[in-house]
């Protein structure tokens, strides 16, 4: 398969734009309310013109409800009709290979050509859930990792060599295969999807110092496969935009406190607006907040947009997955739309 870019570009950023969504559960709000919510965004993107809708894997965290992407992911490609869906991602260690090409290989076969098999190497949670969650004692990682995400790919078409123990099977459904993206935020993420010969999407949105250096490693050292003839990658970005500078900075304070909280370790909720308006946080938290928050796009549609076209020019990326944290839902379906119109997204006809 080619190395062309699959789906149409913004014309002021250049590529492609995705949607992250991790169906965040507000203080105000419920689990329930949370997905339905990430089903209409979905919608609601899909109209705007952005090529995919992806959901990540996490687990026992009150403010994600997301902790079973293809789950999620059936509901939302049933809600809509041309955009790609898929898991940004699927963490391996959690599952046996065989699973997730049964569940995938359903999705295809339900909603062929729309479905991307997003897989990580994390557990999505902390390390008392990840032991919950684990099928055997250890991390799979490394070498392990490699072989889970191979036998994965065989699952779909049965291929197992002569003297495989899994010889003569295969999964059901299987044969056509969602493209696979390898996602990461490391070197090592990187050099596995070179090898392989496969999409790579890197996690900027939470791990900027590494974003060049990955990048490097997967184009330098990229293998050509079945699936894709020359390096792919993509980078996730959050971004928080509305009509204002100011306006989109007030919203940014829901993310802020969100992440001191995390600092604390303190399991909730995200914040309401006027509950982060209203908490009071020391020097140290709010020196702490904005770094985390340098790896936003934070700003008015002109200003997001020409950060998002600088970010492509440093990176050569060949798309862009938009993210971010909002607790009020007409905010975030606002900020992709002023972002959607300012790069130039043909809109779909309804």
Same mark, same amino acid.
């Given at each position: %398969?080619?190395?062309? #870019? ?14 992250? /969504? ?33 959901? +990540? ?5 009150? +403010? ?6 293809? *789950? ?21 260690? #959690? ?13 295809? +076969? ?12 994390? @557990? ?7 032991? &919950? ?5 250890? *991390? ?39 493209? !696979? ?10 050099? *596995? ?9 890197? $996690?900027?949105?939470?791990?900027? /110092? ?13 293998? @050509?496969?079945? /699936? ?6 993509? %980078? ?5 935009? $509305? ?11 829901? @993310? ?8 604390? #370790?303190?399991?909730?909720?995200? @914040?309401?607006?006027?509950? &982060? ?10 020196? !702490?907040? $904005? ?17 998002? +076209? ?15 944290? !909002?607790? /009020? ?22």
């Amino acid at each position: %398969m080619p190395a062309t #870019n699959e789906l149409p570009s913004a014309t002021a950023v250049g590529v492609p734009l995705a949607v992250l /969504d991790l169906a965040s559960v507000a203080s105000d709000a419920t689990p329930r309310e949370a997905l339905l919510r990430s089903t209409e965004l979905a919608r609601s993107v899909e109209a705007l013109g952005y090529g995919r809708f992806w959901v +990540a894997e996490h687990h026992t965290m009150p +403010a994600v409800a997301s902790s079973a992407p293809e *789950v999620l992911l059936a509901h939302v490609a049933t809600a809509t009709t041309t955009i790609r869906v898929g898991s940004a991602g699927v963490m391996l260690p #959690n599952h046996p290979p065989l699973m997730v090409a049964e569940r995938f290989g359903m999705l295809e +076969a339900l909603h062929p050509g729309r479905i991307d098999l997003g897989i990580g190497r994390a @557990p999505g949670t902390d390390q008392r859930t990840a032991g &919950a969650l684990r099928r055997a004692e250890g *991390v799979i990682d490394g070498p392990a990792f490699v072989d889970e995400v191979q036998e994965l790919a065989r699952w779909f078409t049965g291929d197992f060599p002569a003297g495989h123990p899994y010889a003569g099977l295969a999964a059901v459904p299987g044969g056509a295969r969602p493209p !696979f993206w390898l996602l990461g935020s490391s070197g090592f993420s990187a050099q *596995v999807a070179a090898v392989l010969g496969q999409r790579f999407s890197f $996690a900027y949105h939470f791990a900027p /110092d590494h974003l060049l250096p990955a990048l490097t490693l997967y184009r330098e050292r990229f293998s @050509p496969s079945d /699936d894709l003839d020359a390096p792919y990658a993509s %980078m996730g970005v959050s971004v928080i935009c $509305a009509e204002t500078d100011e306006e989109a900075s007030r919203l940014a304070r829901v @993310p802020a406190l969100a992440m001191v909280r995390m600092a604390r #370790n303190e399991r909730l909720p995200v @914040p309401t607006l006027e509950e &982060a308006e209203a908490a009071e946080l020391d020097p140290r938290e709010e020196a !702490f907040a $904005a770094h985390r928050l340098s790896t936003y796009v934070i700003g008015a549609p002109d200003r997001v947009v020409a950060e998002l +076209a600088e970010l492509v020019r440093r990176t050569d990326v060949q798309e862009l997955v938009l993210t971010g944290l !909002f607790s /009020d839902p007409e905010a975030q379906r606002r900020s992709y739309a002023l972002v959607a119109r300012a790069a130039g997204l043909s809109p779909i006809p309804t």
